[in-house]
């Protein structure tokens, strides 16, 4: 493994300005950046088809067809009325007759609202530069993924590359909330975006530790399924000086109280497999026993358990389920009549959302607490550890890290990937930006900021990788 001491990294940081201008197009990722960050795309304020245009632009002035630049208006749920967001989709088609379908290249224009007071920096929604990073909101998740991406394309055509297949950006305007833009997309959408598969720039990829150490680089075939379940009970209720032993409030929080010691089953997949099978190698205490240990053994639950109870790990050995809103009673001097709580769960792949369902049923243990769904997401199918992909990513990385230990992981979260994977497209989130841990772990958070050397990276990354990918 190569090391950087904490004073090489901070070097490298502090010494972005130089590197950023022995190369134009990284001036230009830049410029895009501090553009974007400044145009605050969060939902409800109608101003993603504004990104959307601004990008679009960017492709027409490097002399893309207006033919092959699409911006797709449409509406995405607000809790009252709707939002007016749009998508961007943009084709560089291959000359002659591609024997391969195309690559996508996938990300979102979307971000979480911030609010100016929460930060100490600088207003979130202006761009500021200081002490060897980017701040603002959406500088790591994820509009230095869409400016990478752009500015990468934009570096390949000028430059004379000529894709022998097709390559398809795709940039949604509601990933942060709704998710309506991948849905249409792989759905809707698809005469223009039937692809082979697709690459998500959605997140940092590479991540160094505080003493300048590099952990490695990882790439995503696979995220949990999100679903939100709601516990209910109805009651008579009556009035609060005759307390009875059926109130709604007690018999829900039992059955809380039962969702907080439950433990789903523990399972490995082949993308989970492959990240402990990697982390493992780096841990030599107590959790590195349990990784070895739980690999030799998949029915190892005590193993398992131990890993789950790490804050890095949790959520990766199982699918969790946790009460995120509480609801309940109508006067403080009546018995409640009813209480509710939504369970939102994260759940792994290729498990059905209905059997967490039952199960969810199975463990409150009260005939009085009803369980419903509520909504109707399908399992999020796992994309395979393609050779190509893998060979494209790594070769990317360790042209700047020849030493980077590669670690595919699963997300806990969710992202637009999900959509295409359930109607077979696979998507690897593959972007090559980079950050220390934990003190830049900072997405939807306060105080957001990006290294400037890891925008710089990104974009060398994506020319690398798109190019590896459409060249045969």
């Given at each position: 493994?190569r090391?950087l001491t904490?004073a090489?990294?901070?070097?490298?940081?502090?010494?972005?300005?130089?590197?950023?201008?022995?190369?134009?197009?990284?001036?230009?990722a830049?410029?895009?950046?501090?553009h974007?960050?400044?145009?605050?795309?969060?939902?409800?304020r109608g101003?993603?088809p504004e990104?959307?245009?601004y990008?679009a632009d960017q492709?027409?002035?490097?002399?893309?067809?207006e033919?092959?630049?699409?911006?797709m208006?449409y509406d995405t749920?607000?809790?009252?009325?709707?939002?007016?967001t749009?998508?961007?989709?943009?084709?560089?088609?291959?000359?002659?007759?591609?024997?391969q379908?195309?690559?996508?290249?996938l990300?979102?224009?979307?971000v979480?609202?911030?609010?100016?007071?929460?930060?100490?920096?600088s207003?979130?929604?202006?761009?500021n530069?200081k002490?060897g990073?980017?701040?603002?909101r959406?500088?790591i998740?994820?509009?230095?993924?869409?400016?990478?991406?752009?500015t990468?394309?934009?570096?390949l055509?000028?430059?004379g590359f000529?894709?022998k297949r097709?390559?398809?950006?795709?940039l949604?305007?509601d990933e942060?909330?709704?998710?309506?833009?991948?849905?249409?997309?792989?759905?809707?959408?698809h005469?223009l975006?039937?692809?082979?598969?697709?690459?998500n720039?959605?997140g940092?990829?590479?991540?160094?530790?505080k003493d300048?150490?590099?952990?490695g680089?990882?790439?995503?075939p696979?995220e949990?399924?999100y679903a939100?379940?709601e516990f209910?009970?109805?009651?008579r209720g009556g009035?609060?000086?005759k307390?009875?032993?059926d109130?709604a409030?007690?018999?829900?929080?039992?059955?809380?109280?039962?969702l907080?010691a439950?433990?789903f089953?523990?399972?490995?997949?082949?993308t989970t497999?492959?990240?402990?099978t990697a982390?493992?190698?780096?841990?030599?205490?107590?959790l590195?026993?349990a990784?070895?240990?739980w690999?030799?053994?998949?029915?190892?639950?005590?193993a398992a358990?131990f890993?789950e109870?790490d804050e890095?790990e949790?959520?990766?050995?199982?699918t969790r389920?946790?009460?995120t809103m509480?609801?309940g009673?109508?006067?403080?001097?009546?018995?409640?009549q009813?209480a509710t709580?939504?369970i939102?769960?994260?759940i792994m792949?290729?498990?059905?959302?209905n059997?967490i369902?039952a199960?969810?049923?199975?463990?409150?243990g009260?005939?009085n607490?009803?369980?419903?769904?509520?909504?109707?997401?399908?399992?999020?199918?796992?994309?395979?550890?393609?050779p190509?992909?893998?060979?494209?990513?790594?070769?990317?990385?360790?042209?700047?890290?020849?030493?980077a230990?590669?670690?595919?992981?699963?997300s806990t979260?969710a992202?637009?990937?999900?959509?295409?994977?359930v109607?077979g497209?696979?998507?690897?989130?593959?972007g090559g930006?980079?950050i220390?841990?934990?003190?830049d772990?900072?997405m939807?958070?306060r105080?957001?900021?990006l290294?400037v050397?890891?925008l710089?990276?990104?974009?060398?990354h994506?020319?690398?990788?798109?190019?590896?990918?459409?060249?045969k």
């Amino acid at each position: 493994m190569r090391l950087l001491t904490f004073a090489a990294l901070s070097a490298l940081i502090a010494a972005t300005p130089a590197l950023a201008g022995a190369d134009p197009w990284h001036d230009k990722a830049r410029a895009m950046l501090e553009h974007a960050v400044n145009i605050p795309t969060v939902i409800g304020r109608g101003r993603v088809p504004e990104l959307a245009n601004y990008f679009a632009d960017q492709f027409r002035q490097a002399g893309w067809p207006e033919a092959d630049i699409h911006v797709m208006p449409y509406d995405t749920p607000l809790d009252v009325g709707v939002d007016k967001t749009a998508a961007l989709i943009v084709r560089w088609r291959a000359e002659g007759h591609p024997s391969q379908k195309p690559v996508m290249l996938l990300g979102h224009m979307d971000v979480v609202e911030a609010k100016k007071e929460d930060w100490a920096t600088s207003d979130p929604f202006v761009f500021n530069e200081k002490d060897g990073y980017y701040y603002g909101r959406g500088t790591i998740d994820m509009k230095d993924g869409d400016v990478a991406i752009i500015t990468a394309l934009l570096k390949l055509k000028a430059s004379g590359f000529k894709p022998k297949r097709d390559i398809v950006v795709f940039l949604t305007g509601d990933e942060e909330t709704n998710g309506e833009g991948a849905h249409l997309g792989a759905t809707k959408w698809h005469d223009l975006i039937d692809v082979e598969l697709g690459l998500n720039s959605d997140g940092t990829s590479g991540y160094f530790r505080k003493d300048g150490s590099l952990i490695g680089y990882t790439i995503t075939p696979a995220e949990k399924t999100y679903a939100n379940y709601e516990f209910t009970v109805h009651n008579r209720g009556g009035h609060s000086s005759k307390p009875r032993a059926d109130n709604a409030i007690y018999q829900l929080a039992g059955a809380l109280k039962n969702l907080e010691a439950h433990r789903f089953t523990p399972m490995l997949n082949e993308t989970t497999r492959a990240y402990f099978t990697a982390r493992e190698k780096g841990e030599k205490g107590p959790l590195g026993d349990a990784m070895r240990a739980w690999l030799k053994d998949p029915n190892d639950g005590k193993a398992a358990d131990f890993i789950e109870a790490d804050e890095g790990e949790v959520g990766l050995t199982r699918t969790r389920c946790v009460a995120t809103m509480l609801s309940g009673g109508h006067a403080k001097n009546a018995l409640p009549q009813l209480a509710t709580a939504n369970i939102n769960c994260r759940i792994m792949p290729d498990v059905d959302p209905n059997v967490i369902f039952a199960e969810l049923k199975g463990l409150v243990g009260d005939p009085n607490v009803v369980v419903t769904r509520r909504d109707d997401y399908v399992a999020s199918l796992s994309s395979p550890l393609r050779p190509d992909v893998m060979k494209a990513f790594s070769d990317a990385v360790h042209a700047r890290w020849p030493n980077a230990p590669i670690i595919p992981q699963m997300s806990t979260g969710a992202s637009d990937a999900r959509d295409f994977r359930v109607v077979g497209i696979p998507v690897y989130e593959a972007g090559g930006a980079w950050i220390k841990v934990p003190d830049d772990l900072r997405m939807h958070g306060r105080d957001e900021r990006l290294p400037v050397a890891a925008l710089d990276d990104d974009v060398n990354h994506w020319a690398f990788m798109v190019k590896a990918l459409t060249s045969k």
